[in-house]
């Protein structure tokens, strides 16, 4: 089983970046999906997230309007799209996989790092 992101970096503020993890190993379409973030010193927090099929998804308040989850069940995959970046955004950011309410499955992070 693997959970492996892509896709961060370094930004400029108000820049975009899109986040991407691939799943392998597991029956993707079954899973719920969420990406979590950890800062330095800070506790690891909820981004985003989107039910087996896509279909519902919710989202920290502090990124609300600003990121988009999504998911290609054909490509097993799962996306974030960040738009608006603050230097507060800066964290490595985990992918998750979710069965029943429960986690199943965590990546190995990306690091975002938002700066001028």
Known sequence: VQLVESGG?????????????AASGFTFSSYAMSWYRQAPGK???LVAGINEAGGATHYGDSVKGRFTISRDNAKNTVYLQMNSLKPEDTAVYYCSAWRFGSLAYWGQGTQVTVSS
Do not use: A
Not at 11 to 19: E, N, Y
């Open 43 to 45: 506790e690891r927090e």
């Open 9 to 21: 970096g370094l930004v400029q503020p108000g820049g975009s970046l899109r986040l991407s993890c």
